[in-house]
């Protein structure tokens, strides 16, 4: 099992342009999630997906969106990257999403916004 | 403001000392875990703590639960180059987990 893998590991951008961060789990989980991890910020939940099909807001998620495509695969769009963006991001899942449930996280994503 | 706050933020120790890193807030959860990240990887679980005044042990680290489920403390005997990373609180609110910013710790052989 390779549990939760992230594309790509890295990226630059520019100012305005677009981008989708990909993540899939093959542990058969029902949830999945979207962190940014900044430096003295801990990590952020920007949306999550507590089943397929359903997607809510995070602490943080203006300037994103979000696609549950499948049970496997949720994936982080950002229209228009601003240098605020410039942050690592981790994709998370777990089997239910209960209270204490196990979260597994990807590899991360180092995204920079010039 | 930091919902969960984690001190100290950093640390830097030789191989063999014991050191304590508090996560404190506010606010009462149902529950709080521990993570360990190593750099240009995820946060990986260590343990969940349920119950308030619980201590559970990991091999040489201890974790501990607060009475009112307000604060939690790890605590690392004879520390090792191997336990050098950075070490985050997460309070669990529903499906959802509150971070703190994380303590960076070093241990020098």
């Known amino acids: 099992n390779a549990g939760v893998t992230q594309t790509p590991k890295f990226q630059v951008l520019k100012t305005g342009q677009s981008m989708t961060l990909q993540c899939a789990q093959d542990m058969n989980h029902n949830s999945m999630y979207w962190y940014r991890q900044d430096p003295g910020m801990g990590l952020r939940l920007i949306y999550y997906?507590?089943?397929?099909?359903?997607?809510d807001k995070g602490e943080v998620p203006n300037g994103y969106n979000v696609s549950r495509l499948n049970k496997r695969e949720f994936s982080l769009r950002l229209e228009s990257a601003a240098p605020s963006q410039t942050s690592v991001y981790f994709c998370a899942s777990s089997v239910t999403g209960g209270s204490g449930d196990t979260q597994y996280f990807g590899p991360g994503t180092r995204l920079t916004v010039l | 403001t930091q919902l969960l706050e984690q001190s100290p933020q950093f640390l830097s120790i030789q191989e063999g000392e014991n050191l304590t890193v508090y996560c404190n807030s506010s606010s009462v959860f149902s529950s709080l875990q521990w993570y360990r990240q190593e750099p240009g990887e995820g946060p990986v679980l260590l343990v969940t703590?349920?119950?308030?005044?619980e201590v559970k042990k990991l091999k040489r680290l201890t974790f501990q639960f607060g009475d009112a489920r307000k604060d939690s403390s790890l605590h690392i005997t004879a520390a090792q180059p191997g336990d050098t990373g950075l070490y985050l609180c997460a309070g669990v609110r529903g499906n959802k987990l509150v971070f703190g910013a994380g303590t960076i710790l070093r241990v020098k052989s």
């Open positions: 703590v349920v119950t308030g005044g």
């Open positions: 997906s507590a089943s397929e099909g359903t997607t």
